[in-house]
């Protein structure tokens, strides 16, 4: 079956960055395209970035643009999200997901991590 683990968060202060990874496996990784979401305490699920199949499009959301990267790498089955000058704001639990169309709601998305805790410091 679809699994999907993500690492990489941790504890940083405000300004710094981290580099997250999802490695996929039980399905054809290099047929689907991939997406991360990010969901703080007492908010709802958010759209954070998208890639496609073959890395050759992406798409961020305002929050993320210019300060994440969303990458993957087909032959290790594995998307990741450079997140750069972080903020606390940005403290968060981050999931990636996996799905055949182009969009940024959670219900596009049919097989999910179990998330990775982000937490940033002022």
């Known amino acids: 079956q679809v699994q999907l683990v993500e690492s990489g968060g941790g504890l940083v202060q405000a300004g710094g960055s981290l580099r997250l990874s999802c490695a996929a496996s039980g399905f054809t990784f290099s047929s689907y395209n991939m997406g991360w979401f990010r969901q703080a305490p007492g908010k709802e699920r958010e759209f954070v970035a998208l890639?496609?199949?073959?890395?050759?499009?992406?798409y961020y959301a305002d929050s993320a643009k210019g300060r994440f990267t969303i990458s993957r790498d087909n032959a290790k089955n594995t998307v990741y999200l450079r997140v750069n000058s972080l903020k606390p704001e940005d403290t968060a639990v981050y999931y990636c997901?996996?799905?055949?169309?182009?969009?940024?709601?959670?219900?596009?998305?049919?097989?999910w991590g179990q998330g990775t805790q982000v937490t940033v410091s002022s």
């Open positions: 890639i496609s199949w073959n890395g050759d499009n992406t």
């Open positions: 997901a996996v799905t055949r169309s182009w969009g940024t709601t959670a219900q596009g998305f049919h097989s």
